[in-house]
Nanobody
Framework: QVQLVESGGGLVQAGGSLRLSCAASGRTFNSYTMGWFRQAPGKEREFVAGLSWRGNTRTYADSVKGRFTISRDNGKNTVYLQMNSLKFEDTAVYYC????????????????WGQGTQVTVSS
C-alpha cells in the first residue's frame, strides 16, 4: 500500500511556474507507475503526465507537452510535476496517483490517489 500527499499548488499569473510534489509513504514506492491528473470544475478528471517505475516511459497530455515535466526521486519517495508557462486553462485540482497495474494514462487503472492540490492561473 502507498499513501500519497500532494503539495505545491497555489495561485500564479499566466506565464508563471509552479512545482508540485507528491510524497509517498510505503517501502515499495519505486515499484509504482506514477501519474499526475487534473480536474477542472465541471469537467472529468484527465491525464496530465505519467512516469513508469523504471523511468523509461514518460508521457504527457498534448495540452502540456513542452511545458510540464514529470520526474521522480525514488530515494525520497517523491514524484514532481514542474509546470512552466502556465495558462489560464491549466487551472484545476491536480492529483497524484499510483498503480502497480503497469504503465497507463487511464484514470481507472490507478489504484491510489492523493487528496489533490489546487492550481489557479490568473489571466
Amino acid at each position: 500500500q502507498v499513501q500519497l500527499v500532494e503539495s505545491g499548488g497555489g495561485l500564479v499569473q499566466a506565464g508563471g511556474s509552479l512545482r508540485l510534489s507528491c510524497a509517498a509513504s510505503g517501502r515499495t514506492f519505486n515499484s509504482y507507475t506514477m501519474g499526475w491528473f487534473r480536474q477542472a470544475p465541471g469537467k472529468e478528471r484527465e491525464f496530465v503526465a505519467g512516469l513508469s517505475w523504471r523511468g523509461n516511459t514518460r508521457t504527457y497530455a498534448d495540452s502540456v507537452k513542452g511545458r510540464f515535466t514529470i520526474s521522480r526521486d525514488n530515494g525520497k519517495n517523491t514524484v514532481y510535476l514542474q509546470m512552466n508557462s502556465l495558462k489560464f486553462e491549466d487551472t484545476a485540482v491536480y492529483y497524484c496517483a499510483a498503480t502497480l497495474r503497469g504503465y497507463s494514462e487511464y484514470v481507472g487503472e490507478y489504484t491510489h490517489w492523493g487528496q489533490g492540490t489546487q492550481v489557479t492561473v490568473s489571466s
